[in-house]
């Protein structure tokens, strides 16, 4: 046989000014005989806990909900708004690992003609001023100056736009049976 609850009209009567609609009063009652044992707790998504239950404040604000299969604790140390922002990552690039930059450059003698002293190790450009002995050397047998150049300044972006981690969410309150 199903049970119901009476609400008397003396009783929303008395309320002055009425602050609660009736079907809250409903629901509320229907809440207060729901046969959960005292203390279980559920979620309500309202600021009040509902007739006959208790809201809990303590230990449990701003936090995020984990179902689990096990045994339920209480973990983590940030709080769910504070983790949930827009943020920039920082940081620097580690170039140790990337290798320097190297290039050669080996200019054939059909291009220079005979507008060289091989005898002192530089080479002569048209006008008569010699390009620095220090990093060129003759490569081969014919001769042919090489340039070796290594270590050559660079650079390595690194950009970090903003990461938007605004969660939609929904509040509920925990309460407790009393």
Not at 147 to 154: E, R, V, Y
């Amino acid at each position: 046989m199903p049970t119901y609850v009476e609400i008397l009209d003396a009783e929303i009567a008395a309320e002055q000014p009425i602050t609660v609609s009736l079907m809250t009063r409903l629901r509320d009652n229907a809440l207060s005989y729901l046969g959960a044992p005292s203390g279980t707790r559920m979620l309500f998504q309202q600021s009040s806990a509902p007739l006959g239950w208790t809201k809990v404040v303590a230990g449990i604000d701003d936090r995020a909900l984990r179902v689990t299969t096990g045994n339920v604790v209480n973990g983590g140390s940030i709080a769910f708004s504070s983790v949930f922002t827009s943020r920039t990552p920082t940081g620097t690039a580690d170039t140790n690992n990337m290798g320097s930059a190297a290039a050669s450059v080996t200019v054939s003698r059909s291009d220079w003609g005979n507008a060289n002293d091989p005898a002192s190790g530089r080479l002569l450009t048209g006008n008569g001023t010699v390009i620095g002995a220090a990093g060129i050397g003759y490569a081969g047998a014919d001769k042919n100056p090489a340039i070796n150049l290594s270590n050559l300044a660079h650079g390595h972006n690194l950009t970090m736009n903003a990461m938007n981690f605004s969660v939609a969410y929904l509040d509920v309150i925990v309460a407790e049976k009393d």
